[in-house]
């Protein structure tokens, strides 16, 4: 996956940190899930989670696996081995590789000499090795999810739907300052409240000192990250496949015109076809 020197960062911080609480009503350990499958279908086309997926699609990031799409020329893939590591010992299947992992990671390679068999390995361990699963998605929350809910807590964000819709805007556009960037896109919505802005959705956000519903907040930011797909602000993102993926933003359109706000059980998004289907934890 695409690593941002902001999730390093936070990476850091995060491994001696407490994990976030998730005790607000609209963010239980099912809302965390439903949020995480919901990606889940955008990135990798069905909400299952493939923790022994390996192969080199040939994107210059070496290998890519597992659960988030680690690569071995991103660094993160190394964090998941490190972190397997810790769990085993330190003397595991993944051993003889370290030395290899480590350059990669550090240099950005996208080769795969001295890494023969590395697939067999990750499929292997992440088909049944319970170790190998917990260090995948120990990596994934300390990169990707807690990043994005860390600023989901600086905004007080509270409603399942807000807090699901920034881990999904992070894994796509990084969670980075950059003007493409999840925190980048906030800063815009931030901005453009100017007065208080009602709602009826039983959470009231302080922005720039206004009141504004958290709806109306998640609404506006939906519209700037739909400009932010179609014009990306950033040469480097103006491939044009962004403007390929506004079902995932009309997805969370269509669950807040449905009030599903807080979720607890399931809740019913749409898929990459636009057809509506229900999600459950
Ligand atoms: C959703 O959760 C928030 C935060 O706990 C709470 O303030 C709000 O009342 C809940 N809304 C609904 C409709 O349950
Ligand atoms: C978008 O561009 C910025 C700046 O070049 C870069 O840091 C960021 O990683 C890019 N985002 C994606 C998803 O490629
Ligand atoms: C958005 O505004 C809130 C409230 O003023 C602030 O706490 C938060 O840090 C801002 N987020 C960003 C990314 O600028």
């Known amino acids: 996956m695409k690593i941002t020197a902001f999730t390093l960062g936070f990476l850091a911080a995060a491994a001696s940190a407490a994990p976030a609480a998730d005790t607000a009503s609209g963010n239980n350990a099912c809302a965390k899930t439903l949020a995480l499958k919901i990606t889940n279908i955008y990135e990798n086309g069905d909400t299952n989670f493939h923790y022994d997926y390996c192969e080199n699609i040939k994107d210059g990031r070496g290998f890519t696996s597992g659960i988030s799409g680690f690569c071995t020329g991103t660094a993160d893939a190394w964090e998941v081995v490190q972190q397997y590591h810790k769990l085993t010992g330190g003397k595991d299947s993944f051993s003889k590789y370290d030395g290899v992992l480590k350059k990669y990671a550090q240099s950005g390679s996208d080769s795969t000499s001295g890494l023969d068999g590395y697939c067999s390995v990750w499929s292997k361990l992440g088909k049944s090795d319970a170790k190998f699963r917990n260090a995948q998605d120990a990596i994934r929350d300390s990169m990707y999810y807690n990043p994005s ?106 669950a807040l015109s449905k009030k599903q706000y807080n979720w607890t059980k399931s809740v019913q998004v749409l898929d990459n076809d636009g057809k509506p289907v229900t999600v459950s934890c």
């Open 149 to 254: 809910q860390k600023l989901a807590d600086q905004l007080g964000l509270k409603l399942s739907i807000s807090r699901a819709q920034l881990y999904d805007c992070g894994i796509q556009h990084g969670t980075g300052s950059d003007a493409d960037g999840l925190a980048g896109l906030i800063k815009t919505t931030n901005a453009s409240f100017k007065a208080d802005a009602k709602g009826s959705s039983g959470s009231t956000l302080k922005i720039n000192g206004h009141n504004v519903d958290e709806v109306a907040w998640l609404t506006k930011f939906l519209q700037v990250r739909t400009n932010d797909l179609l014009h990306p602000k950033e040469k480097e993102n103006a491939s044009g496949a962004w403007k390929e993926t506004l079902y995932r933003v009309k997805s969370y359109q269509y």
